[in-house]
T-cell receptor
Framework: KNEVEQSPQNLTAQEGEFITINCSYS?????LHWLQQHPGGGIVSLFM???GKKKHGRLIATINIQEKHSSLHITASHPRDSAVYIC???????????FGKGTKLSVKP | EPEVTQTPSHQVTQMGQEVILRCVPISNHLYFYWYRQILGQKVEFLVS????????KSEIFDDQFSVERPDGSNFTLKIRSTKLEDSAMYFC???????????FGDGTRLSIL
């Protein structure tokens, strides 16, 4: 069983739509990352959070520790947001990341 | 903004050969990681490195693999006797301290023929 589950696996949206990607995890964590992977393969860290909510531009990440659930929201989506969004958790005191399978987002103009 | 740089971007090697993947982490970072992503699969942890020694390694990181920080700036992953199933994208990441995000390089695509 995967320790980090994401939904949906694939998501197609029209430009301007509000997007939500969900992440559930089954292990105790010290922090959770949301990452963006571009078609060329490079990975960029969007957020690292351990409680509450963070906002950066049109991106918002929330986490509910009790429910072991996090969401990534994109407001006013744009074709340049098209990428794979990956949830990854840090388990306990260990620093290494445990990754979800990712959500492939396509935003159509 | 400081970056993690990885070289080469693409490495093609014959099965059985040794490869060295190189990473230059962000200069004041203390924690270093190697991850790999087999095509179409999720990213997997290989090894973490702190204070000039391995701090944790996964089941994947067996005797075929080794890491080194030879000169205080480079961080290398060596794969001996490469196999077809070692073909993957290998990512290096560095981190300032345990409370900061990990910064990833663009990866090295390793193709074993």
């Amino acid at each position: 069983k995967n320790e980090v589950e994401q939904s949906p696996q694939n998501l197609t949206a029209q430009e301007g739509e509000f997007i939500t990607i969900n992440c559930s995890y089954s292990v105790g964590i010290s922090a959770l990352h949301w990452l963006q992977q571009h078609p060329g393969g490079g990975i960029v860290s969007l957020f690292m959070l351990s409680s509450g909510k963070k906002k950066h531009g049109r991106l918002i990440a929330t986490i509910n520790i009790q429910e072991k659930h996090s969401s990534l929201h994109i407001t006013a989506s744009h074709p340049r947001d098209s990428a794979v969004y990956i949830c990854a958790v840090i388990r306990g005191s260990q620093g290494n990341l445990i990754f979800g399978k990712g959500t492939k987002l396509s935003v159509k103009p | 903004e400081p970056e993690v740089t990885q070289t080469p971007s693409h490495q093609v090697t014959q099965m059985g050969q040794e490869v060295i993947l190189r990473c230059v982490p962000i200069s004041n970072h203390l924690y270093f990681y190697w991850y790999r992503q087999i095509l179409g699969q999720k990213v997997e942890f290989l090894v973490s490195f702190y204070n000039n020694e391995i701090s944790e390694k996964s089941e994947i990181f067996d005797d075929q693999f080794s890491v080194e920080r030879p000169d205080g700036s480079n961080f290398t992953l060596k794969i001996r006797s490469t196999k077809l199933e070692d073909s993957a994208m290998y990512f290096c990441a560095s981190q300032g301290d345990g409370h900061q995000p990990q910064h990833f390089g663009d990866g090295t695509r390793l193709s074993i023929l």
